[in-house]
């Protein structure tokens, strides 16, 4: 009787050590909750689902012309303020500034989206490669990624847009592969480091290749900054996108962005029609502030899961 009541209040054995008898669901409980703490990110998300609502389920129930200028001038007129008809007046062309806004706003985001894609998966695999190997491969790689980041980006983003004729496309692509170097040198400093730990070498003594091992353990042990960085990659790309909208390098007309609507209003400013600027600005501000907001807890959120490991 004795030795059972001594069993029954001795302690728990402790749990193994580097964080093993942690589940994978309460990490993730931790990640969402460090993020669910910080306000901002959680208003920089609600910004992010409500101007995409906006944007892509806004023109289902606002049905404005947005692709024939004849139409829109004979259904209203040109540069006429914000009243019950237009809530926010219409453009030098006749077009409806807030059908106009939703319209513009679905090419941003599917820029911002796509090229951030494309630059995640080209700077990521850049990068992996480049860490991984080392050596002189490393050398060469990384003097290519020195070379490209010694040029301004918007300058290389501007000769590119005037090389190709600017299409929906051509834009993606052109940002996209300007915008792979950052990732590209944050995973390969993820990979200099993961490539010496114990597992790795673990899968090299059992045959693994480097692609395999590239692809199967060293990437997805660099999740946190992916997700992270591609996150100010979105914002980077609709600032990129505006930047050459701004200039007259965005998507042809009759479709539209959120710079070539503010490039447009400017041309108008002297003459008192705000109402062409500050959406389209507003617009920007906006989404790029919420997504910064949600990558500055998402990496916060990370950094708490790779302390509990």
């Known amino acids: 009787m004795h030795e059972a009541t001594v069993d029954l209040l001795a302690p728990d054995p402790p749990a193994p050590a580097g964080g093993e008898g942690t589940s994978t669901g309460g990490l993730g409980a931790q990640v969402l909750h460090v993020f669910i703490e910080n306000r901002l990110a959680v208003v920089g998300a609600a910004v992010i689902v409500l101007m995409l609502l906006f944007c892509f389920l806004g023109p289902v129930f606002y049905h404005t012309n947005q692709t024939s200028t004849q139409n829109a001038l004979l259904n209203s007129t040109q540069n006429s303020p914000p009243s019950s008809t237009n809530p926010l007046g219409t453009d030098q062309s006749g077009f409806d500034i807030l059908g106009r806004i939703m319209y513009g706003g679905q090419i941003s985001l599917e820029v911002g ?175 790029v502030v919420a997504f910064n907001f949600v990558g500055d807890a998402l990496r916060d959120s990370f950094e708490v899961r790779l302390q509990r490991r």
């Not at 395999?212 to 997805?220: A, E, K, M, T």
């Not at 980077?236 to 447009?264: E, R, Y």
């Open 113 to 287: 989206f796509a090229a951030a894609g494309i630059a995640t998966v080209v700077g990521v695999l850049f990068g992996a490669i480049s860490g991984f190997f080392g050596g002189w491969v490393d050398a060469l790689m990384m003097r290519i990624v020195d070379v490209l980041l010694s040029v301004p980006l918007l300058f290389l983003v501007i000769v590119l847009a005037v090389i190709y004729h600017p299409s929906l496309k051509i834009l993606i692509l052109v940002i996209g592969f300007t915008a792979w170097l950052v990732p590209a040198r944050l995973v390969r400093g993820e990979t200099l480091s993961l490539r010496v730990r114990e597992f790795v070498q673990a899968v090299r003594v059992m045959g693994g290749r480097g692609p395999r091992i590239v692809l199967r353990h060293i990437i997805p042990n660099t999740i946190g900054t992916i997700i992270v960085n591609a996150t100010f990659q979105v914002a980077d790309a609709i600032l990129l996108l505006a930047a050459l909208g701004f200039v007259g390098l965005g998507v042809p007309a009759p479709k539209t962005d959120w710079g070539s609507m503010l490039s447009n209003g400017v041309n108008y400013a002297l003459d008192g029609y705000w109402w062409q600027i500050y959406p389209a600005g507003v617009a920007i501000v906006l989404v």
